[in-house]
């Protein structure tokens, strides 16, 4: 480990420790519960995810937007963190509280009243839950989300977390933080059967299976981007994941999946779908770009240098023969359109989304000797006559299961949500509380 590293984790240790604590969710807790006022019927109240640069993010925000049935505050980081499109902007605000997830001084105690101060125009409170509710990225913001679900829900107000993943390996502030939403009454919309089941092991209240809040959104752009204006079927999307790319050479990994394709005669477009200084895609594909160039044969392979809205990622999506990606949501994405996508599991979130789709080769490990695996699934989908079908089945299940997310704001209603438990209780053996 370098010696940088080391400096970071040990300045880190102090806040962990207290963290652990459990002092500061208290006060923050206890500050949020005497700012917030009593329910309103202004608008609906979203805790957005990280964004800034991650299209997943922006999708998931989208979704919910579109649903809506009145104005969305949307709470981010910063400013920019989110872009709304022209159809969405006149339907929401964006309000910036950098500290109040994140910061621990003066400026996150305001943000946290700023918070209490929203929450009093309120319909309904609705945090975006996603991988990040877990505590395996980052506790903090993790538990902080939680807890804000709790006192709103505690307040009186409608309260749901919606579309997330658990990891088996969360730690106790993240597991007891998520008890304390659920028993106060905020609605728990686990996006995956596997991490419902694992919620629902740990005793808390509150859980409904459901499927992504993206499944909801079938909004086209027009056309594709100039970049792209050219493009003809029969074409692929291949995504490189910044991530995966910490401990795989996909450049190395790619090589069989993308000469099988061009073999086929099947064009490769090489689509970042996170884009930000960390686990950054673009690099990641522009890596397997070189691998391609070092081999001599870039001819019919397209690199994507930036970063597509959703509308836009479901448009390239609807025409595509097949698609590879490390990024959850442009499999969501593209799924939704038809498409089969092998999308590669690299924080157990993929498996369970994939039971819906009743085809579980979609989903491989990320690991050194994947490609030829990767291949042969690429094979499989393209040449089986009734993978449209089949893809297009699973489609229509997740999408009827994923409206529980948006019932509370205006859209679907409680036949989706008692649809949504029928389901997951027939396939599982057990009944959704909530």
């Known amino acids: 480990m370098k010696l940088g590293s080391i400096r970071r984790r040990l300045r880190r240790l102090p806040r962990q420790v207290l963290d ?9 807790a206890a500050l949020l519960r005497s700012s917030a006022g009593r329910p309103g019927e202004r608008c609906h109240v979203l805790i957005a995810p990280p964004g800034a640069g991650n299209i997943g993010d922006q999708a998931m925000v989208e979704a919910f937007v579109a649903a809506a ?6 709470v981010t980081r910063n400013d920019d963190d989110l872009v709304l499109p022209p159809d969405l902007v006149g339907r929401a605000r964006i309000v910036a509280l950098p500290h109040l997830l994140y910061g621990d001084d003066h400026g996150h105690r305001g943000d946290v009243r700023a918070l209490g101060a929203l929450l009093g125009e309120a319909a309904t409170v609705s945090i975006i839950g996603a991988d990040i509710m877990d505590g395996v990225y980052s506790l903090r913001p993790s538990v902080r989300r939680s807890t804000i679900a709790a006192v709103a829900a505690e307040r009186g107000f409608d309260t749901s977390i919606i579309g997330f993943s658990w990891n088996g390996a969360a730690p106790r502030p993240a597991r007891d933080a998520l008890r304390r939403a659920g028993t106060a009454g905020a609605r728990l919309l686990l996006r995956d059967p596997a991490s419902a089941a694992r919620v629902r092991d740990l005793g808390i209240p509150g859980v409904v299976e459901t499927a992504d809040i993206v499944f909801t959104d079938d909004r086209r752009a027009d056309r594709l981007p100039a ?3 050219g493009l003809e079927p029969p074409y692929a999307l291949v995504n490189a994941s910044g991530l995966i790319a910490r401990t795989v050479d996909q450049g190395v990994e790619y090589r069989p999946v993308l000469a099988e394709l061009r073999a086929r005669g099947i064009h490769v477009v090489l689509l970042p779908h996170v884009l930000r200084r960390t686990a950054d895609d673009l690099a990641a594909c522009r890596g397997v770009l070189d691998a391609v160039r070092r081999d001599g044969w870039e001819d019919g392979v397209t690199l994507v240098e930036t970063m597509l809205g959703p509308s836009q990622i479901r448009r390239l999506a609807a025409s595509a023969s097949v698609v590879v990606t490390g990024r959850m949501h442009l499999a969501v994405m593209s799924l939704a359109q038809g498409v089969p996508a092998v999308t590669l599991a690299s924080q157990g979130k993929v498996e369970g989304l994939m039971r819906l789709f009743d085809w579980p080769e979609l989903c491989v490990s990320p690991r050194a000797g994947m490609g030829t695996g990767i291949r042969d699934v690429v094979v499989s989908a393209l040449d089986a006559h009734d993978a449209v079908d089949r893809v297009r089945r699973g489609a ?3 999408r009827a299961l994923a409206r529980a997310n948006t019932e509370r ?3 679907g209603g409680r036949e989706d949500a008692e649809r949504s438990d029928r389901f997951w209780g027939e396939r599982n053996g057990t009944h959704s509380t909530g």
Do not use: C, K, N
């Open 227 to 229: 970049a792209l204006e």
């Open 409 to 411: 704001i205006g859209a």
């Open 20 to 28: 652990r604590s459990g002092l500061p969710t208290r006060r923050f």
């Open 69 to 74: 049935d009145r104005p969305v505050t949307i």
């Open 396 to 398: 229509d299940r997740a």
